[in-house]
């Protein structure tokens, strides 16, 4: 089922990284081969800025020679060149609500991912030594030095540098547990999102859950203790083919509805009001969404190309797909939040030959 000149492919990346872990689920399910190596520093990541013109992980070489980068827009790539068992389900309706589950997980989940990990000395400490001994063993620094270097970045990129502040900690770890409390809710029943079948949405899933939430000790403790159908559905993705799984259901399901009423409340009002401090070039901006205030958050051009494609996705259905993804996203509180800023502040042709080329303004929470 191989397309010529896409095989062998290599991921490049960290077997720890959000956005590695994404992309080694999503190959795995498909069933399509791939090696694992190592993005290392400072070459791995000089590398990816020669050939795709954004330093992020994964990296994915085809055997053609060819690079690619971004998870979302490779796997969009790759369906059609390996279309057995399409990991988006044929309702297009269901297909939406995949491909917003799959950027809420991308997007808004990273921030309590990054926060558990780089917060806690538990994970800071485990995690920085790992960085360090895959990745920079090259780079000429005392491995203590390099281990705090890690953690120094990762805070001030990520978390702390990202409108984490010991105010809304709470607030940031409640987006986890209320996430916890809907998928134990949701794996009780069934085994994927959508039935017996892994779909986008569960790929998505994978980023936050499979190499952060699964692998760092404060959350994944508090994932044993509150949801262990989430620990299952964890291992069961990494474990399944589609090849030899089962079926979707019919329609969207109800109890994906509290996840879409999350995404009304936080992540589309955090993504209206990041595209508004782009529109005004202020790289950090404070915002309020769900109770929770952020101060100092950065700035991403790239999410504003996300609300751009989540608007595209939903335009791109017929009349009466659109009527029942409305109602849908109406009754759930993502409608007027998806629509609010009319003109979204795009930068010409912004991430239009992706996979194969971004813009070194596309790393997350990055200007
Ligand atoms: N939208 C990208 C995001 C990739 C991304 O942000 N990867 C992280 C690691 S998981 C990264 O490389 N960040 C760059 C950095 O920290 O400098 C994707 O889907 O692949």
């Known amino acids: 089922?191989?397309?010529?000149?896409?095989?062998?492919?290599?991921?490049?990346?960290?077997?720890?990284?959000?956005?590695?872990?994404?992309?080694?689920?999503?190959?795995?399910?498909?069933?399509?081969?791939?090696?694992?190596?190592?993005?290392?520093?400072?070459?791995?990541?000089?590398?990816?800025?020669?050939?795709?013109?954004?330093?992020?992980?994964?990296?994915?070489?085809?055997?053609?020679?060819?690079?690619?980068?971004?998870?979302?827009?490779?796997?969009?790539?790759?369906?059609?060149?390996?279309?057995?068992?399409?990991?988006?389900?044929?309702?297009?309706?269901?297909?939406?609500?995949?491909?917003?589950?799959?950027?809420?997980?991308?997007?808004?989940?990273?921030?309590?991912a990054m926060h558990y990990r780089w917060f806690y000395p538990e994970g800071a400490h485990l995690q920085s030594r790992h960085l360090t001994d895959e990745l920079m063993a090259a780079v000429p620094s005392p491995g203590f030095f390099k281990r705090w270097l890690v953690r120094r970045r990762q805070r001030s990129g990520y978390t702390m540098g990202d409108g984490v502040t010991p105010q809304n900690v709470a607030g940031v770890e409640q987006i986890y547990l209320d996430t916890l409390q809907r998928l134990q809710a949701i794996f009780e029943q069934r085994p994927f999102l959508l039935g017996s079948r892994p779909s986008l949405a569960d790929i998505g899933f994978s980023g936050p859950f499979f190499r952060h939430f699964g692998l760092d000790p404060i959350p994944l403790e508090i994932m044993r203790q509150r949801a262990p159908?989430?620990?299952?559905?964890?291992?069961?993705?990494?474990?399944?083919?589609?090849?030899?799984?089962?079926?979707?259901?019919?329609?969207?399901?109800?109890?994906?509805?509290?996840?879409?009423?999350?995404?009304?409340r936080s992540y589309l009002p955090y993504l209206c009001a990041n595209a508004e401090a782009v529109a005004a070039d202020q790289r950090r901006f404070d915002v309020e969404v769900a109770g929770v205030s952020y101060r100092q958050a950065r700035y991403s051009r790239y999410r504003v190309w996300c609300l751009q494609e989540l608007r595209n996705r939903f335009e791109k259905l017929s009349g009466t797909d659109q009527e029942q993804a409305r109602a849908l996203l109406e009754r759930t509180g993502c409608w007027e939040p998806l629509w609010r800023i009319k003109d979204l502040p795009l930068l010409p042709g912004q991430e239009q030959e992706l996979p194969f080329r971004g813009s070194s303004k596309m790393v997350a929470a990055n200007d």
């Open 1 to 112: 089922m191989s397309d010529t000149g896409i095989q062998p492919l290599t991921v490049y990346g960290s077997n720890i990284s959000y956005f590695t872990g994404k992309m080694e689920n999503y190959l795995r399910v498909k069933g399509i081969a791939y090696t694992l190596e190592p993005m290392t520093m400072p070459e791995g990541f000089k590398q990816m800025q020669e050939k795709v013109g954004v330093s992020q992980m994964p990296g994915v070489l085809l055997g053609d020679g060819r690079w690619m980068t971004d998870t979302t827009a490779m796997i969009e790539w790759l369906e059609p060149h390996y279309p057995d068992n399409p990991i988006l389900p044929s309702n297009p309706v269901q297909a939406l609500v995949c491909q917003l589950l799959e950027d809420y997980a991308d997007e808004w989940l990273w921030r309590p």
């Open 229 to 264: 159908a989430v620990l299952e559905w964890m291992a069961r993705l990494w474990n399944t083919r589609l090849s030899s799984s089962g079926e979707w259901l019919d329609g969207v399901p109800g109890d994906l509805e509290p996840l879409l009423q999350d995404i009304g």
